[in-house]
């Protein structure tokens, strides 16, 4: 069994294949002051908590955008899996031709999202992960990157006007039970929801129209990206584990090296 471990800014996501069924599947708050050995007993804890044991774990791959957790992240995993675990970086085997300047300024996370989009849906392909940032990232039929958009999530949209609005209040984010608002907080949920479903349809409207790409499929993932597409006329396809997908696929391919 391989256990694969994403790291973004917000969250960590952890899952476990056996062979292509994903068996186990967990979700973190990311934690850059954790220790090894605070990292190694909550991966204990999430194990003993499955139906899956710790000693079935043949192999790790790890995918981080957050250097700060990989000393105590890696020292874990060696530590308490005694395993070596194999890390996404430039240079690796992907399928994906990154037509970019500088093809080490791709972030991981966005490189196993690409890996699985291309790999089970095909392309040409729009991946929108709905994370700390929105990115939109294109792949042709041919498996070539062809363009990347980033923005800023909905969450530290969320943030940025309740943390600079002294008189507004957090607020969850999801859809109002109307946009006809009567009060501050549907009024904030309308406008977030709102806002990102407009900036979602235009930048997939703009990317069909600039590189000619009318039928690309579009790939959504990310936690929020139900809270974009709530009724599913957006998407043609909402995958939460697309990344998690991407790190096995990755392993495999480069398997060998090791």
């Known amino acids: 069994m391989i256990l694969v471990i994403d790291v973004s800014n917000t969250n960590s996501n952890l899952g476990v294949f056996d062979g292509e069924k994903l068996v186990a599947n967990w979700r973190l708050t990311t934690w ?6 605070e990292t190694g007993m909550m991966l204990r804890m999430l194990f003993q908590h499955s139906d899956v044991s710790i000693h079935e774990i043949d192999a790790v791959i790890v995918s981080s955008v957050v250097p700060n957790v990989m000393y105590s992240l890696l020292s874990a995993i060696r530590k308490y899996l ?5 890390v996404v970086r430039a240079g690796m085997k992907t399928g994906i031709n990154l037509r970019m300047e500088n093809p080490k300024e ?6 196993i999202n690409l890996v699985a989009a291309y790999k089970i849906y095909g392309g040409p392909a729009i991946v929108i992960d709905y994370s700390t940032a929105t990115t939109f990232d294109v792949i042709s039929e041919e498996g070539e990157f062809l363009t990347g958009i980033t923005a800023p999530g909905v969450q530290i949209c969320a943030d940025a ?4 609005a002294a008189q507004l209040p957090k607020i969850e984010i999801k859809h109002p039970d109307s ?4 009060n501050t907080v549907d009024s904030i949920q309308a406008g977030l929801v709102l806002g990102h479903i407009g900036e979602t349809i235009y930048i997939i409207e703009q990317i069909r129209k600039e590189l000619h790409m009318e039928h690309a499929k579009v790939i959504a993932t990310g936690g929020l990206a139900k809270v974009i597409d709530e009724k599913g006329e957006i998407f043609d396809v909402y995958d939460p584990v697309l990344a998690l997908k991407g790190l096995r696929l990755l392993y495999e391919k480069n398997r060998k090296k090791r």
């Open 32 to 37: 850059n002051n954790r220790t090894s050995d």
């Open 106 to 111: 791709m972030g991981t996370d966005r490189i």
């Open 179 to 182: 946009y006809m608002t009567k």
């Open 82 to 86: 005694n395993l070596e675990p194999m």
């Open 161 to 164: 006007l309740t943390g600079n």
